[in-house]
């Protein structure tokens, strides 16, 4: 992605509330081809060349270069370090955290039949897994700013009579005793001095982001005349996403009222789609290859689990006293469907002496502002058909297309191989200052024998991004901004047997 700090990414890169979300559109929208170590360690820039399980979710012709049955399963040590610094008129203080977990990358499956006395050489069938997203993130930052939790309880609130109070933020503030009112107006207040020569807070906040997206796919390819490769996919992906964030603030100045606050929020998200891939590699002679691809939208069926707690203590002059209250938990079912998905591949094969191996160059093109909510699928409320309007518009006017460029090689030397490759991809924000791109680096290695092969690979992305704990319509008021940088390190192993 590309570095930016944009108040729109801080809007969205967590779900406020129990609601979608622009970045709940991007992470159902976006995939990663890093399952495989052989086309993890080009950079993902295998779509002219095929014959790897790996690069079947981008590029199904991959089932068509097979001249033999195999079999493969992937696994990978994940590392990643966020660093975040509160901005704000008192301290700021940088703060990193980082996470190391293994995963279950890929397993894959060919069958291979070659037909006698046909201009059809082989024909493969491919099922398996790949791991096409992964969601795992810690993040902590403290620092001292002005501002309060309750300026957003206090905005959600205004207007409504108790009864009317939402049950996960206005409605718990209230219980606590972190706002109180209303007045005639339906006005509500806090202990908060807005005004005061001391009113600076301390905040820290602890974000937790677990999950991934595993795809279940199956696949045909065939390859006629050992000139022109075609594959069709099926690709049923799963979802499982959870989020738990613990937000703290506490007063710096002890003639204050507000003592201490502090809100959780937990959202878990889970469903399965459904998507289907076309796609063919051209040889057109023996050193050049052309490959393309495309991906129908994925069609999500998706529940939400969310509830949130609550803990305010505040001192009146007469001792400490405090309030706790839990949220009841809210369910919600939506679809989502995500945009189409085109890919284009360029590849040579080259030999020199007795090095021999191959380049390829792909380009991706996805339009994220085509990607589509469906609240009313499951619901006849107003209100969801409401902001499933709001959402939708929200996709189209604040996201856009983007392309993603991948350009790898491997050299081969007997049975070793090298590898190497880098892939730029773009932010799929409509509003964007910043041009930076971060590459994604690759580095990659493997030794393939007549009937067995072990690759590895080694992967290195970042993003920056801004973000806030949460967010205030009324612009004179001052919320928290923290910078956030992720940097993920993969290690990727693949052991295969061919048959």
Same mark, same amino acid.
């Given at each position: 992605?590309?570095?930016?700090?944009?108040?729109?990414?801080?809007?969205?890169?967590?779900?406020?509330?129990?609601?979608?979300?622009?970045?709940?559109?991007?992470?159902?929208?976006?995939?990663?081809?890093?399952?495989?170590?052989?086309?993890?360690?080009?950079?993902?820039?295998?779509?002219?060349?095929?014959?790897?399980?790996?690069?079947?979710?981008?590029?199904?012709?991959?089932?068509?270069?097979?001249?033999?049955?195999?079999?493969?399963?992937?696994?990978?040590?994940?590392?990643?370090?966020?660093?975040?610094?509160?901005?704000?008129?008192?301290?700021?203080?940088?703060?990193?955290?980082?996470?190391?977990?293994?995963?279950?990358?890929?397993?894959?499956?060919?069958?291979?039949?070659?037909?006698?006395?046909?201009?059809?050489?082989?024909?493969?069938? $491919?099922? +398996?897994? /790949?791991?096409?997203?992964?969601?795992?993130? *810690? =993040?902590?930052?403290?620092?001292?700013?002005?501002? &309060? @939790?309750?300026?957003?309880?206090?905005?959600?609130?205004?207007?409504?009579?108790?009864?009317?109070?939402?049950?996960?933020?206005?409605?718990?503030?209230?219980?606590?005793?972190?706002?109180?009112?209303?007045?005639?107006?339906?006005?509500?207040?806090?202990?908060?001095?807005?005004?005061?020569?001391?009113?600076?807070?301390?905040?820290?906040?602890?974000?937790?982001?677990?999950?991934?997206?595993?795809?279940?796919?199956?696949?045909?390819?065939?390859?006629?005349?050992?000139?022109?490769?075609?594959?069709?996919?099926?690709?049923?992906?799963?979802?499982?996403?959870?989020?738990?964030?613990?937000?703290?603030?506490?007063?710096?100045?002890?003639?204050?009222?507000?003592?201490?606050?502090?809100?959780?929020?937990?959202?878990?998200?889970? $469903?399965? +789609?459904? /998507?289907?891939?076309?796609?063919?590699?051209? *040889? =057109?002679?023996?050193?050049?290859?052309?490959?393309? &691809? @495309?991906?129908?939208?994925?069609?999500?069926?998706?529940?939400?689990?969310?509830?949130?707690?609550?803990?305010?203590?505040?001192?009146?002059?007469?001792?400490?006293?405090?309030?706790?209250?839990?949220?009841?938990?809210?369910?919600?079912?939506?679809?989502?469907?995500?945009?189409?998905?085109?890919?284009?591949?360029?590849?040579?094969?080259?030999?020199?002496?007795?090095?021999?191996?191959?380049?390829?160059?792909?380009?991706?093109?996805?339009?994220?502002?085509?990607?589509?909510?469906?609240?009313?699928?499951?619901?006849?409320?107003?209100?969801?058909?409401?902001?499933?309007?709001?959402?939708?518009?929200?996709?189209?006017?604040?996201?856009?297309?983007?392309?993603?460029?991948?350009?790898?090689?491997?050299?081969?030397?007997?049975?070793?191989?090298?590898?190497?490759?880098?892939?730029?991809?773009?932010?799929?924000?409509?509003?964007?200052?910043?041009?930076?791109?971060?590459?994604?680096?690759?580095?990659?290695?493997?030794?393939?024998?007549?009937?067995?092969?072990?690759?590895?690979?080694?992967?290195?992305?970042?993003?920056?991004?801004?973000?806030?704990?949460?967010?205030?319509?009324?612009?004179?008021?001052?919320?928290?901004?923290?910078?956030?940088?992720?940097?993920?390190?993969?290690?990727?192993?693949?052991?295969?047997?061919?048959?």
């Amino acid at each position: 992605m590309k570095y930016f700090i944009t108040i729109l990414l801080a809007l969205s890169i967590f779900s406020q509330g129990f609601a979608q979300s622009l970045q709940d559109a991007i992470r159902l929208s976006g995939s990663s081809f890093y399952s495989s170590a052989r086309s993890s360690g080009v950079g993902g820039a295998f779509g002219a060349m095929g014959a790897d399980f790996g690069s079947i979710s981008y590029n199904p012709a991959a089932t068509g270069a097979y001249w033999g049955g195999e079999f493969s399963v992937g696994v990978s040590l994940n590392s990643s370090l966020t660093q975040a610094r509160l901005d704000g008129n008192g301290t700021d203080m940088f703060d990193k955290y980082s996470k190391r977990k293994f995963k279950f990358d890929q397993i894959g499956y060919i069958i291979n039949t070659q037909p006698i006395g046909s201009d059809w050489k082989s024909a493969s069938f $491919g099922f +398996g897994m /790949n791991r096409i997203a992964n969601f795992d993130q *810690k =993040m902590y930052y403290e620092g001292n700013t002005k501002g &309060s @939790f309750t300026d957003r309880f206090l905005e959600r609130s205004h207007g409504k009579e108790l009864s009317e109070l939402d049950d996960f933020e206005g409605g718990l503030a209230y219980d606590v005793g972190a706002i109180y009112g209303p007045d005639n107006n339906l006005y509500y207040a806090s202990d908060y001095q807005k005004f005061g020569p001391n009113n600076l807070l301390h905040k820290s906040q602890s974000i937790d982001l677990r999950g991934g997206i595993n795809e279940m796919l199956f696949s045909y390819g065939a390859n006629y005349n050992d000139v022109f490769l075609f594959g069709l996919n099926v690709g049923i992906p799963f979802v499982n996403y959870s989020e738990t964030k613990s937000y703290t603030e506490e007063a710096l100045d002890v003639s204050s009222v507000l003592k201490k606050l502090n809100y959780d929020e937990y959202l878990q998200t889970s $469903g399965v +789609g459904i /998507n289907f891939k076309g796609g063919m590699i051209l *040889k =057109m002679s023996k050193y050049f290859r052309l490959g393309a &691809s @495309f991906h129908s939208p994925t069609y999500y069926s998706l529940e939400d689990d969310y509830s949130t707690n609550m803990m305010y203590a505040y001192d009146e002059g007469d001792g400490l006293k405090s309030g706790e209250k839990e949220s009841p938990g809210a369910y919600f079912k939506y679809k989502f469907s995500s945009p189409w998905r085109y890919t284009g591949s360029l590849g040579a094969i080259y030999k020199l002496g007795d090095l021999n191996g191959f380049i390829d160059f792909d380009v991706e093109y996805a339009d994220f502002s085509t990607g589509k909510f469906d609240f009313t699928a499951y619901s006849s409320d107003e209100g969801d058909a409401l902001n499933q309007q709001e959402q939708n518009e929200r996709i189209r006017e604040e996201l856009k297309a983007s392309l993603t460029y991948r350009m790898g090689a491997e050299l081969a030397y007997k049975k070793l191989r090298m590898r190497g490759g880098i892939a730029l991809p773009d932010t799929p924000f409509e509003k964007d200052d910043l041009s930076d791109v971060i590459p994604t680096y690759t580095l990659g290695a493997g030794i393939r024998g007549d009937k067995v092969f072990i690759d590895f690979a080694f992967i290195r992305e970042g993003t920056r991004y801004g973000y806030s704990p949460y967010i205030l319509i009324d612009e004179t008021l001052i919320q928290p901004f923290v910078d956030v940088e992720k940097f993920t390190s993969k290690w990727l192993v693949t052991f295969g047997t061919r048959f």
